[in-house]
């Protein structure tokens, strides 16, 4: 099994909504990562988490929660959305933890929109 | 910091070799990625490089430079299938290892 697997693939809610994204890989990786990406940009980084410890936070803001229930897992928890974070939203797993370079395996993407 | 450049678009006739630059500068350097990206679908592995020299795989190759901070993609034979977004990721040395991508390059193939 080489694959990341996110649902739902699509996600709209409105500003007072919450919702949970959510992502599982089953490859026996240590890192998994979310990434935020508006269309005709790159991907930009939000969270990692290195052997289920959240390592990484770029100043997201709080609306945005993240939650590693296990080392397979990893879930974006929702609230209180503005528009301008509707967006894809990328998960993706690496087999080091932030001990070592590796290639980032993406899951399909939840597209979100917020009304 | 890091910075990483790429050209924003470029267009190819079906058929023909494009080569797609890649300049970087960031602290220390482990690896360099070449991801494809379709619109509105997951990057997708295409290429790594962590030593000097061209590797090749299939259409396919991926130069790199440490010392000019340089890589290159090549895409020869293309097919209208490749029209997609190339985006170029490196990983730092040093403390924790977070990719950095490139804006990436859209790549339009003509017939």
């Known amino acids: 099994d080489t694959e990341v697997t996110q649902t739902p693939k699509h996600l709209v809610m409105g500003m007072t909504n919450k919702k949970s994204l959510k992502c599982e890989q089953h490859m026996g990786h240590r890192a998994m990562y979310w990434y935020k990406q508006k269309a005709k940009k790159p991907p930009e980084l939000m969270f990692v988490y290195s052997y289920e410890k959240l390592s990484i936070n770029e100043s997201v803001p709080s609306r945005f929660s993240p939650e590693c229930p296990n080392s397979s897992l990893l879930n974006l928890h929702l609230h209180a959305l503005q528009p301008e974070d509707s967006a894809l939203y990328l998960c993706?797993?690496?087999?080091?933890?932030?001990?070592?370079?590796?290639?980032?395996?993406f899951g399909e993407g939840s597209r979100l929109t917020v009304l | 910091g890091q910075n990483i450049d790429q050209p924003t678009e470029m267009t190819a006739t079906e058929g023909a070799i494009v080569q797609i630059n890649c300049t970087y500068q960031?602290?220390?350097?482990?690896?360099l990625f070449w991801y494809q990206q379709h619109a509105g679908e997951a990057p997708t592995f295409l290429s790594y490089?962590?030593?000097?020299g061209l590797e090749e795989k299939g259409r396919f190759s991926s130069f790199l430079s440490r010392s000019k901070g340089y890589s290159y993609l090549l895409l020869k034979e293309l097919q209208m299938k490749d029209s997609a977004s190339y985006l170029c990721?490196?990983?730092?040395?040093?403390?924790?290892?977070?990719?950095?991508f490139g804006r990436g390059t859209s790549l339009i193939v003509h017939p």
């Open positions: 960031t602290s220390g350097f482990n690896g």
């Open positions: 993706a797993s690496s087999q080091e933890g932030l001990a070592g370079a590796g290639e980032l395996f």
């Open positions: 490089n962590v030593l000097d």
């Open positions: 990721a490196v990983w730092p040395a040093g403390g924790s290892y977070i990719p950095t």
